[in-house]
């Protein structure tokens, strides 16, 4: 009786049992009709309309029937689930239902469009983050301030008023040190000189005339020479030029403000009741 006991099938039958019995004895989720699954017509076209967007073509008939019996089989294991209990004192369902209710409040506040009226606003509002950055075009020669040492600047000023007598024909590859940096670049936005050579530079690259070889210019590498030839001043962009960035960027501030007014409105549906933790005993 004892070897019956400690038997693994027997547990396997006797757990298999105890389930069977408690699907029977727990009650439909609340809302759901017993027993009963309606697929619409709507649902197959929402079905169909999500393959297509997938695959980038319409199902066959036989992947329509495939995707049915998924839905249906979702919809089974979703019952079943509720039945047991297996959505309660779950973080990770309550997240993903929380995710999901919220993707449903952000659809609803999507589906106005802005005006330009809404959009000329926003611009106003948050023109510094669209503002257009100057741009600057120049060619550089690099000198080397390790390998140089202190006769840096003094072969900085001799190479400089060579290269001021030989002006814009220049070629920076007969002066100074090798590099690893582009010698020319084209009209490049300010923060991007910045990434390549330092925020210093880009600083200081903004006040260099155009049309004339100027230097020293110091960056985290060393010291240039720089021939900017063209300059762009930064300035505020009319809407038509942003038009998609400030639509996109009004959205997602119009869904969360949207989100929160939602969560505001139900939270006052609840009572919500915080229990102090008591505090930490201090050690004696």
């Known amino acids: 009786m004892k070897k019956l006991l400690k038997d693994p099938l027997l547990h396997f039958l006797l757990i298999g049992a105890a389930l069977f019995l408690a699907f029977g004895l727990i009650k439909s989720p ?9 697929i619409t017509s709507g649902d197959i076209e929402a079905l169909q309309a999500n393959f297509a967007r997938t695959w980038q073509r319409p199902p066959t008939e036989s992947e329509v029937s495939g ?43 999507g589906l106005s469009p802005p005006t330009d009226e809404d959009l000329e606003t926003y611009l106003a509002e948050y023109r510094e983050s669209f503002r257009q950055q100057p741009q600057v075009s120049f060619i550089h020669v690099y000198l080397n301030s390790d390998k140089r040492g202190a006769r840096v600047e003094d072969d900085a000023r001799e190479i400089l008023a060579r290269l001021s007598a030989a002006g814009i024909g220049a070629d920076p590859e007969s002066y100074g040190d090798p590099s690893m940096l582009p010698k020319e670049l084209p009209l490049y936005y300010i923060k991007d000189i910045g990434r390549l050579f330092g925020v210093d530079f880009s600083r200081q690259i903004l ?28 300035r505020d962009p009319k ?44 050690d004696k």
Not at 67 to 84: G, Q
Not at 244 to 254: F, G
Request: glycine share 6%.
């Open 207 to 234: 006040e260099v005339k155009p049309g004339a070889w100027t230097g020293p210019v110091w960056s985290s590498y060393g010291l240039h020479l720089v021939y900017v030839h063209e300059r762009i001043e930064g």
């Open 239 to 282: 809407l038509d030029e942003v038009r998609k960035e400030v639509e996109r960027e009004w959205s997602a501030l119009r869904r969360k403000e949207f989100k929160q007014a939602t969560y505001k409105k139900l939270r006052e549906r609840y009572t919500v009741t915080i229990e102090e933790t008591p505090a930490d005993t201090p």
């Open 67 to 109: 995707l049915i019996e998924d839905r249906v089989r979702d919809e089974i294991a979703y019952r079943e689930a509720v039945a047991m209990g297996l959505d309660q004192g779950d973080s990770v369902i309550r997240r993903r239902l929380r995710m999901k209710m919220e993707l449903i409040v952000e659809d609803v506040a």
């Open 30 to 38: 609340a809302g759901i009709e017993e027993n009963r699954i309606i």
